[in-house]
C-alpha cells in the first residue's frame, strides 16, 4: 500500500509559479513511476508528466518547457515545479503511483496507476 498526500497548491497570478510536492508512505517509494495529473472543472482528469525510476520524463504536450517533474527517493517525494502559469492551468492537481517501468507503463493513462493522493488546489487568476 501506498498513501500519497500533494501540498504546495494555492492562488497565484498568472506569470507567476508553484511547486507541488506530493509525500509518499511505504518503503517501495523509489520502486514506483510517479505521476502528476490535473483536473478542471467540469473536464476530465488528465495528465501533466511522469518520472520513471531512474528519473527519466514523460510531459503532456501542453507543458511546452514549462513545468519540471523531479524526485527525492530518500525524502519519498515527488515534486512539480509549474513556472509561466496560465488561467488554463487552474484545476484540482493529483499525484499518482504506478507500476514501471515508465517505459512499457503508457503513464498518459489513469488506469496505469494503482495509489492517487487527495489532490491539491491550484488557481491562477488572471
Known amino acids: 500500500q501506498v498513501q500519497l498526500v500533494e501540498s504546495g497548491g494555492g492562488l497565484v497570478q498568472a506569470g507567476g509559479s508553484l511547486r507541488l510536492s506530493c509525500a509518499a508512505s511505504?518503503?517501495?517509494?523509489?520502486?514506483?513511476?510517479m505521476g502528476w495529473f490535473r483536473q478542471a472543472p467540469g473536464k476530465e482528469r488528465e495528465f501533466v508528466a511522469a518520472i520513471g525510476w531512474y528519473i527519466n520524463t514523460v510531459y503532456a504536450d501542453f507543458v511546452e518547457g514549462r513545468f519540471t517533474i523531479s524526485r527525492d527517493n530518500a525524502k519519498n517525494t515527488v515534486y512539480l515545479q509549474m513556472s509561466s502559469l496560465t488561467p488554463d492551468d487552474t484545476a484540482v492537481y493529483y499525484c499518482?503511483?504506478?507500476?514501471?517501468?515508465?517505459?512499457?507503463?503508457?503513464?498518459?493513462?489513469?488506469?496505469?496507476?494503482?495509489?492517487w493522493g487527495q489532490g491539491t488546489q491550484v488557481t491562477v487568476s488572471s
Open positions: 499518482a503511483a504506478g507500476s514501471g517501468p515508465l517505459t512499457t507503463m503508457t503513464p498518459t493513462l489513469l488506469s496505469r496507476y494503482n495509489y
Open positions: 511505504g518503503r517501495t517509494f523509489s520502486s514506483y513511476v
